[in-house]
């Protein structure tokens, strides 16, 4: 089992910047994927973005690529997710979420642990 906390979240203004935070515990952390996803009020749990075990592989959805970037830290077994020039739109509970493999994935079902998520709100 893998427990995650998410931290970072807030209130900020539209083009500002927020950094996310995810430690993890138990598993191995170097030894699977981890994954951001989001879900706004009255919407669907959307993908974000995901990284590999080793860090080297990243995928983003479509609606943060160029403004997001995620990474990982294996020593200090936390993976983060920089979001810049951020939108009114990108206003939702940001989830961190566990792979079930090394090499992660976009879907919900291909993770199998996730936080408690961490509130971004921001205002026009």
């Known amino acids: 089992q893998v427990q995650l906390v998410e931290s970072g979240g807030g209130l900020v203004q539209a083009g500002g910047s927020l950094r996310l935070s995810c430690a993890a515990s138990?598993?191995?952390?170097?030894?699977?994927?981890m994954g951001w996803f989001r879900q706004a009020p009255g919407k669907e749990r959307e993908f974000v973005a995901s990284?590999?075990?080793?860090?080297?592989?990243?995928y983003y959805a479509d609606s943060v690529k160029g403004r997001f970037t995620i990474s990982r830290d294996n020593a200090k077994n936390t993976v983060y997710l920089q979001m810049n020039s951020l939108k009114p739109e990108d206003t939702a509970v940001y989830y961190c979420?566990?792979?079930?493999?090394?090499?992660?994935?976009?879907?919900?079902?291909?993770?199998?642990?996730w936080g408690q998520g961490t509130q971004v709100t921001v205002a026009s």
């Open positions: 979420a566990a792979a079930r493999s090394s090499w992660g994935g976009t879907e919900g079902y291909e993770f199998g642990q």
């Open positions: 138990g598993r191995t952390f170097s030894s699977y994927a």
């Open positions: 990284v590999d075990w080793s860090g080297s592989n990243t």
